[in-house]
Nanobody
Framework: VQLQASGGGLVQAGGSLRLSCVASGRTFGNNAVGWFRRAPGKEREFVATISWRGERIMYADSVKGRFAISRDSAAVYLQMNNLKPEDTAVYYC?????????????????WGQGTLVTVSS
């Protein structure tokens, strides 16, 4: 399974972006999908995850109320609103080992290549 993340770009603080993640070769199946990010000089961190049927969603405290994860049969999305300079990072999508992902990277098997989000102040 190969994942492809897209939708990144340069945006001013307070702006919005929508990231998309698609799986090539097969669908996401009955697996949760998560978004993670790596800011410059920092370790990769959890952002959000959605269960295979979409009934369980979890966010990092730093993005609650600003980001929204969703999925349909084609892709998983991350709607990012009220972006801040500290949201600048490479964003990765990942497919979990089962229907529920959680915040730990160890629960995710397949990773996309990442898409860069840059928020200017």
């Amino acid at each position: 399974v190969q994942l492809q993340a897209s939708g990144g770009g340069l945006v001013q603080a307070g702006g919005s972006l929508r990231l998309s993640c698609v799986a090539s070769g097969r669908t996401f199946g009955n697996n949760a999908v998560g978004w993670f990010r790596r800011a410059p000089g920092k370790e990769r961190e959890f952002v959000a995850t959605i269960s295979w049927r979409g009934e369980r969603i979890m966010y990092a405290d730093s993005v609650k109320g600003r980001f929204a994860i969703s999925r349909d049969s084609a892709a998983v999305y991350l709607q990012m609103n009220n972006l801040k300079p500290e949201d600048t990072a490479v964003y990765y999508c990942a497919s979990a080992l089962g229907p529920y992902g959680g915040s730990s990277e160890e629960r995710y098997r397949y990773w996309g290549q990442g898409t860069l989000v840059t928020v200017s102040s």
